[in-house]
């Protein structure tokens, strides 16, 4: 079982954003989740902060010791959102947290906007392999580049994306940009096109709530929202599973591919798949 969190989170009120999305890893865990995303930055809200340093972590900084806590605790496998500090250089950073508590860092590679300003870009795709198959991973606009998934192909089981994707338009008109206004609805579009391409699930988590989006070259700034529509996309199996723009809790059995020497990842017991398909019902 793989569940996709949509949340929002209030700007660097750490606190705040890690209960928030504990109660959430919670109904997760009850429902059965063994793979768990939370959005790009959920901890510390993404937005035009002028520094992101004093909210910077390093390894045992209090979200990444609560994350290995749960994944240990609940036996859940993990992957979140934060900013990474290492020397001089801060990174937009993915942390994917083990039950055996081992920690691996995946860092985006492809910074938009502000972000070139504020964070050091990773250098590498990262694959952790679990014991039931390769996982693969992205941060928000990593997902766009072809050459991000052509390293990944034939390499991976599952693809996890992290994302902080506005929708780009007015929040209060509901207007789209004039310029950027059909990029937020790309965010629906390609985990879906990636795990139909790849042929393996792919789990996307999105922020959602209130935000604003500063574009230098232009001197402009959208007051604008994120665009929600994390989905839960099994592959080659079945349609995807959505969310709207409202908080949400994606859960869904994702496929692991037999012929890779791996297990089927799915529920057969019926009250397991009635628990899901309950869990992940619209409010």
């Known amino acids: 079982m793989a569940a996709a969190v949509q949340m929002p ?32 930055l959920f901890n510390t809200g993404y937005s035009l902060c002028p520094d992101f340093g004093p909210h910077s972590e390093t390894p045992d900084g209090p979200t990444l010791s609560y994350l290995r806590s749960r994944a240990r605790q609940w036996g859940m496998h993990i992957a979140a959102g934060y900013v990474e500090r290492e020397g001089r250089h801060l990174y937009d950073a993915l942390a994917f947290c083990t039950p055996d508590g081992e920690q691996h860092v995946y860092r985006k590679r492809n910074l938009v906007f502000w972000e070139r300003f504020r964070f050091h870009p990773g250098r590498r795709a990262l694959i952790v392999p679990t014991p039931w198959g390769r996982v693969g991973f992205a941060i928000c606009a990593d997902m766009i580049y ?7 192909r034939d390499h991976i089981d599952v693809a996890v994306v992290s994302a902080a994707w506005p929708e780009f338009s007015d929040r209060g008109t509901g207007r789209s940009h004039w310029l950027l206004g059909r990029v937020g609805p790309l965010c629906s579009d390609i985990p879906g096109r990636v795990a139909q391409d790849l042929g393996v699930p792919v789990v996307f988590a999105n922020q959602c709530g209130e935000t604003q989006t500063r574009i230098p070259l232009l001197h402009t700034t959208i007051h604008d929202r994120f665009a929600g529509l994390s989905s839960i996309c099994d592959g080659r199996h079945g349609s995807p599973l959505r969310a709207g723009s409202d908080p ?26 009635a628990a899901a398909s309950s869990a992940s019902a619209p409010s």
């Open 248 to 273: 949400a809790l994606l859960l869904a059995p994702i496929t692991i591919h037999p012929k890779r020497g791996l297990k089927s990842w799915l529920f057969t017991s019926p009250s397991a798949r």
């Open 146 to 152: 072809r050459r991000v998934w052509k390293e990944y």
């Open 9 to 40: 989170s209030d700007l660097l009120d750490l606190s705040a954003n890690l209960q928030r999305a504990d109660g959430l890893l919670r109904e997760a865990r009850d429902a059965g989740a063994e793979l768990v995303v939370l959005p790009e």
